[in-house]
């Protein structure tokens, strides 16, 4: 019994070192794990962040246009039968740039001038029956019924007259109008009319713009705080290459195309508008200073359940941790960042998409 009692007392033990045993294996991989991890950190790629005062630059692609131009066309229209200004050409003012068929003015005109004659004769003899018609009364031999009769003949032939004289002027303004002239100096910019052409009263036959006066015409996508651009210098390039002029930005349209660009315009002085042609391509450039704030790059971004992300390193572990951020505006190689991170803190660029939560990295020197 003695014996029997001893070895039951035996098993016990055993099956506490089996168990202990098994408990000794999940922490010595694990420990193995520590281990081999330690021994082989993951490489990244770090910045430090850091607040900074940066600017906002906008590459903008345009053409020069004309700043004053207008249309030019016939009053009364008609049959062209010639037109001597081609687009590109310089005109002066007073220059003869199109005419249309003046048959019918010319007609019109001199039956205003036939009618002017006649209402002229008959204001003549009705005068000359008034004077008479004051003489006879003055001598007693008339009366006065006569002399008002002769008047009032004499007024109305008065009242012809003027009517006529006024429709000739008319005659001789539709006769000029026949010819189109340059009020001022200018370039045909466009031409819209060939001999033999019929055109309608007010119908163009060409654009012509001043000769000094010259602007810069942007379309540009409608981006946050396009507006604050309104005032600030813009440097003009032409696109085939040349001297570049700083000038200022004088329109930004607040109405949005249906192709969702907005009309930006910088107005060039008269002396240096000649340094451009009209249709010119060129490329201006505006730098707006920003305020003061933390700008990360592109590839530091990551996202966790909440949003965007990045993984911060812990320089006394080597250890990150995956912080959600407030990003501000996304940028094409950068990011700004609005919460999140302050001055200091060391975030990883390359080799995010290896990581995890309390992974142990090693910062790769930069060659």
Do not use: C, F, M
């Given at each position: 019994m003695a014996r029997g009692v001893r070895q039951g007392r035996r098993r016990p033990p055993l099956r506490a070192l089996v168990v202990l045993a098994g408990l000794s294996l999940p922490f010595a991989g694990q420990a193995q794990a520590q281990s081999a991890e330690t021994v082989t950190p993951f490489p990244v790629s770090t910045v430090t962040v850091e607040t900074t005062t940066h600017a906002q630059e906008y590459q903008l692609t345009g053409t020069i246009a004309a700043l004053d131009s207008y249309s030019a066309g016939f009053r009364d229209g008609g049959r062209v039968i010639s037109v001597n200004a081609d687009v590109g050409d310089v005109v002066r003012a007073g220059d003869e740039i199109a005419a249309v068929d003046p048959t019918q003015a010319q007609a019109g005109f001199n039956s205003a001038q036939a009618s002017l004659d006649a209402a002229n004769a008959a204001l003549v003899q009705a005068q000359q029956a008034r004077d008479r018609a004051a003489s006879l009364l003055e001598r007693g031999s008339g009366t006065q019924a006569d002399l008002d009769s002769a008047t009032e003949s004499f007024l109305t032939a008065q009242a012809s007259r003027d009517q006529a004289k006024a429709r000739l002027e008319a005659a001789r303004q539709t006769l000029e109008d026949t010819v189109l002239t340059v009020l001022r100096d200018g370039i045909i910019t466009e031409r819209t009319a060939e001999p033999g052409q019929v055109v309608g009263a007010g119908q163009p036959i060409g654009t012509l713009a001043s000769l000094d006066g010259r602007e810069a015409v942007f379309y540009v996508p409608n981006v946050r705080d396009l507006m604050n651009v309104k005032g600030e210098d813009v440097t003009l390039t032409p696109l085939e290459g040349g001297e570049a002029l700083t000038v200022q930005v004088t329109e930004v349209s607040p109405v949005v195309a249906p192709n969702?660009?907005?009309?930006?315009?910088?107005?060039?002085?008269?002396?240096?508008?000649?340094?451009?042609?009209?249709?010119?391509?060129?490329?201006g450039r505006i730098v707006l200073d920003q305020p003061p704030g933390i700008t990360i790059p592109w590839q530091a971004?990551?996202?966790?359940?909440?949003?965007?992300?990045?993984?911060?390193?812990?320089?006394?572990?080597?250890?990150?941790?995956?912080?959600?951020?407030?990003?501000?505006?996304?940028?094409?190689?950068?990011?700004?960042?609005?919460?999140?991170?302050?001055?200091?803190?060391?975030?990883?660029?390359?080799?995010?998409?290896?990581?995890?939560?309390?992974?142990?990295?090693?910062?790769?020197?930069?060659?």
């Open positions: 969702g660009t907005v009309t930006v315009k910088a107005e060039i002085p008269a002396g240096q508008g000649r340094l451009y042609t009209i249709g010119e391509a060129v490329v971004l990551n996202a966790d359940a909440s949003g965007p992300a990045v993984w911060v390193l812990d320089p006394a572990t080597n250890r990150v941790a995956l912080r959600p951020i407030t990003v501000d505006e996304y940028h094409s190689k950068t990011v700004d960042v609005a919460e999140g991170l302050k001055d200091g803190d060391i975030i990883v660029t390359g080799g995010s998409h290896a990581l995890y939560p309390d992974r142990l990295v090693a910062v790769k020197e930069v060659p």
